[in-house]
């Protein structure tokens, strides 16, 4: 995934999950080492499919368990959609 994506996905990571800013959020973080519970990871898959426009099916969000996940995921669903 573009740098660009992997940023704005830890941004919403780091909202929903209220994160304080002297935390690191990276591509490797994984959401459950940032203290994300399943109804957390269902509410960033909610926040990123606003923020970029697209819908995440429930069978490709169970297997996001990074941020790069999201972001790489994110990307071959905004091309499907654009194509």
Do not use: H, N, W, Y
């Not at 209220?18 to 203290?35: C, M, N, R, Y």
């Not at 109804?39 to 790069?68: C, R």
């Amino acid at each position: 995934a573009k740098p660009e994506t992997v940023d704005k996905v830890c941004g919403i990571v780091r909202k929903q999950l209220a994160i304080k800013d002297d935390t690191p959020v990276t591509g490797e973080s994984k959401f459950a080492a940032l203290g994300a519970d399943s109804l957390d990871t269902v509410e960033i898959v909610m926040g990123l499919e606003e923020e970029f426009g697209i819908t995440v099916e429930e069978e490709s969000a169970q297997s996001i368990a990074t941020v790069q996940d999201a972001a790489d995921l994110i990307e071959k669903l905004v091309e499907k959609t654009s194509a």
